[in-house]
């Protein structure tokens, strides 16, 4: 998307909240890989998806900064609902709990530090939407681990899952993450259990719905 028009979506959607912006801002001063956060657009998109699904129970795999750990949160209906938020990366953990308790929906949000595929499985919850954003080599993992976890008649929002298009570029097929998102793309487009529609948003969003 060019520059202009990103402008002219942003000053017409609903605002940045300023904990968000803050995070946002945050990440890109401290972090080398800040463009993993998922930012205003996506931020907004995954807020109002979460209102319209109504979730007791959220999983986020890949929390990074926890900026859409926050969007997550912030569109559950009360605080009885919770986000269980999960990161590998421990020398993420103190900037997390920072801006997690900054927020006012800081204590909806359950933050775990480790492998998302030693840690869901110990959670032992049932799920009614899973946020998956994480290592793209491992996505089918998360899939298969997930679905054991999700509720009849939950969703699934994947991130990445056009990868910067190079899932139709012949010169990235061999590359390991792009290997990585286009067996997870074809594994959810044949599997009878879900219907999906990839929104070609960022870097690509698939919605998936547990029949
Ligand atoms: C793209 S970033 C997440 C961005 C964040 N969800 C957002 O939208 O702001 C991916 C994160 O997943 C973490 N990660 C990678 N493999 C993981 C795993 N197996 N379990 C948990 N987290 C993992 C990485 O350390 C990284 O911080």
Redesign the pocket.
Known sequence: MNDKLEEYILSHIDEEPAELARIDHDTHVQNYYWH???GHLQGRLIKMLTSMIKPRRVL??????G??ALCLAEGLVDDDCRVDT????DE?EDFIRKHLALSPFGKRVCLHIG???DIVPSLGERYDLV?I???KR?YEEYYDLVMDHLNDGGYIIA?NTLWAGKVVDPKAQHEAQTQGILAFNEKVKQDPRVEQVIIPMRDGLTLIHRL
């Open positions: 993993m956060c998922s986020e795999i890949g929390t990074f900064s900026y859409s999960i990161e590998v990366n993420q492998d998302a595929r946020f954003d994480a290592n491992q991130d």
